[in-house]
């Protein structure tokens, strides 16, 4: 069996506005995760 590296995602910036943040979910529930490096909102 091979290796698999990990996948990162990495931003200089937080996002400005709602529609830049990360979409995360499974397909039936979703949530958008945004913030900086001290806080955090996920709606």
């Known amino acids: 069996m091979s290796?698999?590296?990990?996948?990162?995602?990495?931003?200089?910036?937080?996002?400005?506005?709602w529609?830049?943040?990360l979409p995360v979910?499974?397909?039936r529930i979703a949530a958008m995760v945004e913030g900086g490096m001290y806080s955090e909102k996920v709606t």
Do not use: A, F, I, S
């Open 3 to 17: 290796q698999q590296k990990h996948m990162k995602l990495w931003y200089n910036n937080p996002p400005r506005e």
């Open 19 to 21: 529609v830049e943040g």
């Open 25 to 27: 979910g499974n397909g």
